[in-house]
């Protein structure tokens, strides 16, 4: 197997000339010698979107910068999975469909120059009409796929399916390895369909207001190892998902086996984020000995009536939050995404169990500290008809932000918009709830405030605060809640406010 430099079949790095053709003819050369290393040197290469091929590695040297077009009409329209949906939509910058034995490899950098793409979004979400060729192309393709035409997706009605920056797509053992992939238009790395994948020391970026820029979305996977990232982006900074709604339960391949381990997460809107998209199943996470600084949550469950199946089987240990809105938040009753035309889906009753009705279950949390969290220590919200269930927090210390100038916010969106600002742990529709070794201060309320929920355990569940102005624990319509530890002793009938009843026990 040899080396494939893309200068050889015409490739210039004036940052200007287009040398896509001569970065694909490399590519090929590639494959039909049966495998090997296409080269990408020192320099700044200006290209439209390239396609991978098996058995080879593409290398980015250091010093090196691959540019992408933003002339929409460059990208053709293939067949991808947009916002969970299997359809079509503009061709990934970097695409590696029904491949084996890739890679990306490197210290060089990948740039999808997503401004104009975003420009479009936003246009889109200021209610504004966009159309082209190419959405009309994008539309045709998908003139028999009308499920998502009842929700919230703003770009649907148009058809600008922006595209990720790099995608791989029913893909098998695949490698991405020390570059940095930053400007993406849509979610910057997403992997589809794909079996035994590591990604490791990858630098994730997106500015701050970049419109859906996530990091890394693994998608109905199996066996993915994600180590020594970083991210700093624009959206959530590694998400796993698994299809969305009837379109994902009629694949119902779940993501599966997933490691993610020595990662910073510095901004995004979470740090390690499981849903919405869990409609094929999420099960056996690991998060271990990772930082999320400045993320608006910290591990972030979400899912609604829609999404059906399950996520369960996430164990997270060994993690620094610093300056986090919510450092742990698991919602069944996201409110997002749900088909505007049935408004059962976001009513406070309880519904039928059905296919749709999600099941989260088998939370293990252990040796975090979280210090200057804004909005809540923790946010625990399932449904009425289908409880979060068998969640144990265990040597936990969070810590709210003592400046009463720092606002808070929504822990995360649920049903009905609750915001908080330095308060403890909200729980409701919980069945198993145990807390262990846990110390929660607070700028204000009790340490854990827990609604309709049953078989509650506190084991040395503490509040920090000097002053205990307000009782430890309140409850309202909540069975079975055993407490014992020290503190609890100490304060007797000061330690827990039942508020329904109106009295202390």
Same mark, same amino acid.
């Given at each position: 197997?040899?080396?494939?430099?893309?200068?050889?079949?015409?490739?210039?790095?004036?940052?200007?000339?287009?040398?896509?053709?001569?970065?694909?003819?490399?590519?090929?050369?590639?494959?039909?010698?049966?495998?090997?290393?296409?080269?990408?040197?020192?320099?700044?290469?200006?290209?439209?979107?390239?396609?991978?091929?098996?058995?080879?590695?593409?290398?980015?040297?250091?010093?090196?910068?691959?540019?992408?077009?933003?002339?929409?009409?460059?990208?053709?329209?293939?067949?991808?999975?947009?916002?969970?949906?299997?359809?079509?939509?503009?061709?990934?910058?970097?695409?590696?469909?029904?491949?084996?034995?890739?890679?990306?490899?490197?210290?060089?950098?990948?740039?999808?120059?997503?401004?104009?793409?975003?420009?479009?979004?936003?246009?889109?979400?200021?209610?504004?009409?966009?159309?082209?060729?190419?959405?009309?192309?994008?539309?045709?393709?998908?003139?028999?796929?009308?499920?998502?035409?009842?929700?919230?997706?703003?770009?649907?009605?148009?058809?600008?399916?922006?595209?990720?920056?790099?995608?791989?797509?029913?893909?098998?053992?695949?490698?991405?390895?020390?570059?940095?992939?930053?400007?993406?238009?849509?979610?910057?790395?997403?992997?589809?369909?794909?079996?035994?994948?590591?990604?490791?020391?990858?630098?994730?970026?997106?500015?701050?207001?970049?419109?859906?820029?996530?990091?890394?979305?693994?998608?109905?996977?199996? *066996? =993915?190892? !994600?180590?020594? +990232?970083?991210?700093?982006? /624009?959206?959530?900074? %590694? @998400? &796993?998902? #698994?299809?969305?709604?009837?379109?994902?339960?009629?694949?119902?391949?779940?993501?599966? *086996? =997933?490691? !993610?381990?020595? +990662?910073?997460?510095?901004? /995004?809107?979470?740090? %390690? @984020? &499981?849903? #919405?998209?869990?409609?094929?199943?999420?099960?056996?996470?690991?998060?271990?000995?990772?930082?999320?600084?400045?993320?608006?949550?910290?591990?972030?469950?979400?899912?609604?009536?829609?999404?059906?199946?399950?996520?369960?089987?996430?164990?997270?240990?060994?993690?620094?939050?610093?300056?986090?809105?919510?450092?742990?938040?698991?919602?069944?009753?996201?409110?997002?995404?749900?088909?505007?035309?049935?408004?059962?889906?976001?009513?406070?009753?309880?519904?039928?169990?059905?296919?749709?009705?999600?099941?989260?279950?088998?939370?293990?949390?252990?040796?975090?500290?979280?210090?200057?969290?804004?909005?809540?220590?923790?946010?625990?919200?399932?449904?009425?008809?289908?409880?979060?269930?068998?969640?144990?927090?265990?040597?936990?210390?969070?810590?709210?932000?003592?400046?009463?100038?720092?606002?808070?916010?929504?822990?995360?969106?649920?049903?009905?918009?609750?915001?908080?600002?330095?308060?403890?742990?909200?729980?409701?529709?919980?069945?198993?709830?145990?807390?262990?070794?846990?110390?929660?201060?607070?700028?204000?309320?009790?340490?854990?405030?827990?609604?309709?929920?049953?078989?509650?355990?506190?084991?040395?569940?503490?509040?920090?605060?000097?002053?205990?102005?307000?009782?430890?624990?309140?409850?309202?319509?909540?069975?079975?809640?055993?407490?014992?530890?020290?503190?609890?002793?100490?304060?007797?009938?000061?330690?827990?406010?039942?508020?329904?009843?109106?009295?202390?026990?």
């Amino acid at each position: 197997m040899g080396l494939f430099d893309i200068t050889t079949y015409g490739a210039i790095n004036n940052g200007t000339a287009d040398s896509t053709k001569a970065i694909q003819a490399a590519i090929e050369a590639c494959a039909e010698a049966g495998g090997g290393t296409v080269y990408v040197p020192a320099g700044t290469y200006h290209t439209g979107p390239i396609q991978l091929k098996s058995n080879m590695t593409l290398y980015l040297e250091a010093g090196s910068l691959l540019s992408f077009t933003d002339d929409f009409d460059a990208y053709p329209v293939v067949k991808t999975r947009w916002s969970g949906y299997v359809c079509h939509g503009f061709m990934p910058l970097i695409f590696g469909q029904n491949v084996s034995n890739v890679a990306i490899k490197g210290d060089g950098i990948i740039d999808g120059n997503g401004r104009e793409w975003w420009k479009v979004n936003r246009r889109l979400r200021n209610k504004e009409h966009y159309q082209s060729a190419k959405t009309e192309e994008i539309a045709k393709a998908n003139a028999d796929f009308t499920e998502p035409a009842d929700t919230n997706l703003v770009e649907w009605p148009s058809q600008f399916l922006r595209p990720p920056l790099i995608q791989f797509f029913e893909a098998e053992n695949v490698t991405i390895n020390g570059v940095t992939v930053r400007n993406s238009p849509f979610w910057n790395t997403h992997l589809v369909f794909c079996k035994n994948v590591s990604i490791h020391q990858v630098h994730f970026q997106n500015p701050s207001d970049t419109p859906n820029g996530d990091g890394l979305d693994v998608e109905s996977c199996l *066996n =993915v190892r !994600i180590s020594d +990232c970083h991210f700093d982006v /624009g959206d959530d900074c %590694v @998400v &796993l998902k #698994s299809g969305i709604n009837e379109d994902g339960r009629k694949y119902g391949v779940p993501t599966k *086996n =997933v490691t !993610i381990t020595n +990662c910073t997460m510095h901004h /995004g809107h979470g740090g %390690v @984020v &499981l849903g #919405s998209e869990n409609s094929g199943g999420i099960e056996n996470i690991t998060v271990s000995n990772c930082v999320f600084d400045g993320t608006d949550r910290g591990i972030r469950i979400k899912t609604n009536r829609e999404r059906g199946s399950y996520i369960r089987n996430l164990l997270v240990n060994n993690v620094w939050m610093d300056d986090v809105l919510c450092p742990i938040a698991i919602n069944s009753f996201y409110r997002h995404g749900v088909s505007r035309s049935n408004p059962e889906l976001l009513d406070a009753a309880a519904i039928p169990v059905s296919h749709k009705t999600p099941i989260v279950e088998k939370i293990r949390i252990s040796n975090v500290t979280a210090r200057n969290c804004r909005a809540a220590a923790g946010f625990i919200y399932g449904l009425p008809e289908m409880p979060v269930k068998d969640v144990d927090i265990n040597h936990v210390t969070i810590e709210m932000t003592q400046d009463d100038q720092i606002p808070g916010g929504e822990p995360d969106m649920v049903r009905e918009v609750i915001e908080m600002a330095g308060e403890g742990i909200f729980a409701k529709y919980v069945d198993e709830l145990n807390l262990h070794h846990v110390k929660v201060l607070t700028r204000k309320g009790p340490a854990l405030h827990v609604e309709e929920s049953k078989n509650i355990v506190l084991d040395q569940f503490t509040l920090k605060n000097e002053t205990i102005e307000t009782a430890v624990v309140t409850s309202t319509d909540t069975e079975n809640l055993e407490i014992r530890g020290s503190q609890y002793e100490k304060l007797g009938d000061q330690y827990h406010l039942n508020e329904r009843k109106g009295v202390k026990m």
